[in-house]
């Protein structure tokens, strides 16, 4: 039988709801489908960085480096603040381990609603491949007469033209494979002179070595200006860590709900663990309610077994969710019902 080591990292508030309800489905697919996760939790977020001064025990990140793939709920806490949990934990995962793409399918399923008026499943297919290790979010910068009248504090957004080449190029590589063969490609290069030239060049030149592909470029509110008025014209998104990070909101919300968008940090290369998670937060104000939609993180763990090479499996838990937002007896809060997470869960592993 296959084996498949996973770090589970249930984290913050519906984190764990949200988790356990995830490895409920993949678990049930062990038996048909000829494979076996053999997860390990590991205690590590907000919690245990109230009791021990950081978010994950020291020699963690060399703990996880021996796993096939990393499983997250999520992270944060009214009790910690946010530059913390999100600086000392999710991004060093993704920056360590090299996880330079987070694939985000945005895609409204059947049975469910959108807030655009006329708009069905066919209209709503997106993915976006955002940048996921540089840009925005490199961490360069820093804070000049701290707690002074002139206190300053600088964000410095760092591209290279060797991260932008290869996130790029697999989004070309994904728009390949997919039958509109379109990437949109969000920039700002009116007002960002230096970065997002940088990255319109980049663009350009990987579009080259594609003529099958389609390449627009867009400017990032005029893009979603589009994802909100044309989203069928939508097909591949290539952003920037930040507009990345902001799209794929927008894309969830449009698809009915943040609750069922799920995403993978990806290292393509896998040399490397990958992970995979909801892009939902931790949502503190349901936490313990046991309300949370588990979609987004059972869609992830979908991206999960893909990854792993377990194709079948992942079909099957598309299929599942499917069929569950297309009968639509059973919806959550988010959805416009009333079914806990629980409930939620036996119905997606009824699908199956």
Avoid at 155 to 174: K, M, N, P, Q, S
Wanted: net charge neutral; glycine share 10%; proline share 5%.
């Amino acid at each position: 039988m296959r084996t498949h080591k996973i770090a589970a990292l249930p984290g913050d508030g519906i984190g764990p709801e949200v988790l356990d309800a995830g490895l409920t489905v993949l678990e049930a697919l062990e038996k048909t489908e000829g494979f076996a996760l053999n997860t390990i939790r590991f205690p590590w977020g907000s919690e245990f960085y109230l009791q021990h001064g950081r978010m994950m025990k020291e020699g963690g990140f060399e703990t996880l480096r021996t796993f096939d793939a990393i499983y997250f709920g999520a992270v944060g806490s009214k009790a910690v603040p946010d530059h913390v949990t999100v600086w000392d934990f999710i991004l060093p995962i993704r920056q360590k381990f090299d996880q330079y793409v987070n694939l985000r399918p945005m895609r409204l399923l059947p049975g469910l609603k959108s807030p655009l008026a006329g708009r069905g499943p066919a209209d709503i297919d997106m993915v976006c491949v955002r940048e996921n290790t540089e840009g925005e979010y490199s961490g360069v910068g820093g804070f000049v007469h701290r707690g002074r009248e002139g206190e300053l504090a600088n964000e410095v957004a760092t591209f290279t033209r060797a991260g932008i080449e290869r996130v790029v190029r697999f989004a070309f590589e994904l728009a390949r494979a997919r039958p509109r063969k379109l990437v949109a490609s969000a920039t700002k290069s009116n007002a960002l002179k230096h970065s997002m030239v940088l990255w319109d060049e980049v663009v350009e030149d990987v579009a080259g070595r594609y003529p099958d592909i389609t390449i627009r470029k867009y400017h990032v509110d005029a893009l979603a200006a589009r994802m909100v008025t044309q989203p069928d014209t939508i097909d591949v998104i290539v952003a920037s860590n930040l507009f990345g990070d902001i799209l794929t909101d927008l894309g969830a919300a449009i698809s009915g709900s943040l609750g069922t968008a799920p995403s993978g940090n990806l290292d393509p290369t896998r040399k490397n663990p990958s992970m995979f998670e909801p892009i939902h937060g931790s949502a503190p104000d349901i936490a313990g309610k046991g309300i949370a939609n588990p979609i987004g993180a059972v869609w992830a763990g979908a991206m999960m077994l893909e990854h792993l090479g377990e194709k079948q499996a992942a079909h099957r838990v598309i299929r599942a969710i499917e069929r569950v937002t297309l009968e639509g007896r059973v919806r959550t809060p988010d959805l416009g019902g009333s079914a806990t997470t629980a409930e939620m869960t036996r119905a997606l592993v009824d699908a199956l």
